[in-house]
């Protein structure tokens, strides 16, 4: 089987990448010119962990192509999959302007073409999509019908960024959603190289599925910080609390990492775009709506820390990563940001510095953050710290370290480092949710 991917993001490139890896040919479409070119030069346009090197091999291969043209893809591909981005409304809500627009191009690339061939959607997107809004569109545009002369699946991607090629090859579950029988089939072939189980659903039920699984994560993650907020007034130890509860294994230690709040380009983003639906439909989505909001107090805890010990308004504070997350440059979403605009209202000279998300956070970070390229001309005069991303680096940094570098005032707002050993060597420190 011959395989097209439509959007080059996160889920297109290492999906189309991942399968290139199995054997597949691969075409990935884009329609951004530079993405296409530098998907050409093997560079890829997103940094992800081992990502370069199977790039390189399937470009040089010729097993990989890139191209901005969809009916390219569409007449050589048996499966095509749609993994545009899902960006949200003003309102929270999904907007599906670019998997309207790959549909049409899809759809009317179909007209001429003889062969089955199953348009599979792979972005994230509400439950309905894929039966409501991209199936008509592709009957429409290729004057043909869906089940017969082609076939339409949801398969969603459960990819965390940093492992992502990881995810790929070893997945906990797949999903396929399908509505026919033939596009099933497909997808169970091309997939038959995963040891987990494959769950065969229909596509609103697939795309509800993913929907369900970040919405709990976060929820879990907004859960924990609400507790750890709670044991640190209480003088009660929020690691041995999330240990303790892990333990259960109905529970599961994961994702139980309290911190200044999720972020990234799908947490947040998918979370609000089920509560939109919800609501559209005259539904409350309360538990959702509690997870915004702990999420968006969340980074104001940092700040609250760092007022106990400091007096903001003139003093330099240095942000100690700026990422959502480490082993990424992606800065969507990044408490990073909120975090940095409390401390710029409040009269911070705010200063930052990642080890990879430069540009990236150049672009994104609020007006009057200045950017250092090592963490030592960072730290240089800052008046205190605030640990935004638990980079490695970062992790092995002793008290010694930061008292080298004139820091006298540490807040951690990921938990990495060890408050009483800290407070002991003589700096200040606080750790988010640690009495
Ligand atoms: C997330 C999901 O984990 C993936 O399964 C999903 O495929 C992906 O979204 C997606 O929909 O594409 P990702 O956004 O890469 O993956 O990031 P995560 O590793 O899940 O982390 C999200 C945020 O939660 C980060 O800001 C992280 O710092 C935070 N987090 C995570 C916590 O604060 N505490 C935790 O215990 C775990």
């Excluded at 054997?23 to 560079?43: L, N, P, S, Y």
């Excluded at 250092?372 to 010694?400: G, H, M, R």
Aim: with cysteine; glycine share 8%.
């Amino acid at each position: 089987m011959k395989l097209g991917f439509i959007g080059t993001g996160y889920v297109g490139l290492v999906s189309g990448v991942g399968f290139g890896n199995l054997g597949f040919d691969v075409t990935c479409v884009d329609i951004d010119e530079r993405k296409v070119e530098m998907i050409k030069q093997a560079h890829p346009p997103i940094f992800e962990n081992g990502l370069e090197e199977m790039l390189k091999q399937l470009i040089a291969s010729k097993k990989l192509i890139a191209t901005t043209d969809t009916a390219q893809a569409i007449s050589k591909s048996d499966v095509i999959f749609i993994c545009t981005g899902t960006p949200s409304l003003v309102d929270g809500s999904i907007d599906l302007k670019y998997i309207r627009s790959a549909s049409e191009n899809i759809g009317r690339a179909l007209r001429d073409v003889n062969s089955f061939k199953t348009i599979v959607v792979k972005s994230t997107v509400v439950p309905g999509t894929t039966r409501d809004v991209v199936l008509p569109i592709l009957e429409k545009e290729s004057g043909k019908k869906a089940g017969v002369d082609f076939g339409v699946a949801m398969n969603p991607e459960f990819l965390k960024e940093g492992v992502a090629v990881k995810d790929f090859q070893d997945p906990d579950r797949v999903v396929l959603g399908t509505e026919d029988p033939k596009s099933l089939e497909m997808l169970k072939e091309l997939y038959n190289f995963v040891n987990c189980e494959i769950l065969e659903t229909d596509t609103a039920t697939a795309e509800m599925i993913k929907y369900a699984s970040n919405s709990f994560l976060a929820v879990k993650i907004s859960f924990v910080n609400e507790i750890a907020n709670m044991s640190e007034k209480m003088g009660v130890d929020i690691d041995l609390v999330a240990k303790g509860m892990g333990m259960d294994s109905r529970i599961s230690p994961k994702f139980l990492r309290p911190g200044i709040g999720y972020g990234g380009s799908c947490f947040p983003k998918d979370v609000k775009a089920l509560k939109a639906a919800a609501e559209s439909l005259g539904i409350g989505a309360i538990m959702l709506a509690g997870s915004l909001e702990v999420n968006r107090n969340q980074p104001l805890r940092a700040v609250e820390l760092l007022q106990k010990h400091l007096d903001i308004s003139g003093k330099i504070i240095a942000l100690l990563g700026m990422a959502f997350k480490p082993e990424t440059d992606d800065m969507r979403e990044s408490r990073a940001v909120p975090l940095a605009e409390e401390l710029l209202r409040l009269g911070a000279k705010v200063r930052g510095y990642d080890p990879i998300a430069k540009e990236t956070a150049e672009m994104s970070m609020p007006k009057g953050t200045e950017f250092f390229d090592n963490v030592e001309d960072l730290l240089k005069d800052a008046d205190a710290a605030i640990l935004v991303t638990e980079w490695k680096e970062f992790q092995s940094y002793d008290p010694e370290f930061f008292l080298n570098h004139g820091i006298k005032i540490l807040v951690d707002g990921r938990r990495i480092y060890n408050k009483k050993t800290f407070n002991a060597a003589g700096i200040v420190t606080e750790v988010l949710g640690q009495a």
